[in-house]
């Protein structure tokens, strides 16, 4: 078993450590790779987009074609996990940013974001949210993106404050918060069990 993270810019190492340390929590002998470059991600069994500067990241994936992979991985039915920026660029419809940045999305999720949506950098903070399948989990928002609006087939699995903050839709999930920022695994270890 193999699980890709984007590796372009982002919290890339603090996921990969996450999946190793939920591999071990799983009894899972796996292996987890970050990749910049096309051909890792395709012969992987699932895949995570982290947060970071989700222009930058669209920019890098489509120049470099691990969308393709990205893509192609989602219609095989194996799993890719978004979070924060990796949210937005699963996302099907962006906000009035993502249209002036023209940051290109992946279009996996059918739900609508809105960027920045708790305020910048220093309105960072960190809360307990219920989590569908995964109970109550310290989340840590940094610049978070909010879902606006789900289609009929997006599962809600969090919300905070009234916002939706955690979806899944079939085999995509996609998190407005940072998991791989804190010592419990149970995100990256649902994630895992997504594996078909």
Do not use: W
């Not at 990969?16 to 395709?42: H, M, P, Q």
């Not at 219920?130 to 599962?155: H, L, M, N, Q, S």
């Not at 955690?166 to 069990?193: C, M, Q, W």
Request: net charge negative; proline share 3%.
């Amino acid at each position: 078993m193999k699980v890709a993270v984007v590796g372009v810019q982002g919290d890339v190492e603090e996921h990969v450590l996450a999946v190793k340390r939920a591999f071990d929590r799983l009894g899972i002998n796996g292996e987890v790779e970050a990749t910049r470059k096309y051909g890792i991600v395709s012969n992987s069994d699932a895949v995570i987009i982290p947060g970071g500067e989700s222009t930058t990241i669209s920019k890098l994936i489509f120049r470099e074609s691990i969308s393709e992979e990205i893509l192609d991985l989602a219609k095989d039915g194996k799993p890719v996990m978004g979070t924060c920026a990796g949210l937005i660029l699963l996302s099907k419809h962006g906000d009035e940013q993502v249209e002036k940045t023209g940051t290109q999305l992946l279009e996996l999720l059918d739900v609508h974001v809105r960027r920045n949506a708790f305020g910048r950098q220093r309105e960072s903070f960190q809360v307990r949210l219920e989590i569908k399948g995964i109970g109550e989990f310290d989340a840590v928002f940094i610049r978070a993106p909010v879902i606006t609006e789900v289609g009929e087939r997006v599962d809600v699995l969090a919300r905070y404050d009234n916002h939706i903050v955690a979806v899944r839709e079939d085999n995509i999930l996609g998190l407005s918060f940072h998991p791989e920022l804190t010592s419990d695994t149970r995100v990256h270890e649902y994630f895992i069990k997504m594996i078909p």
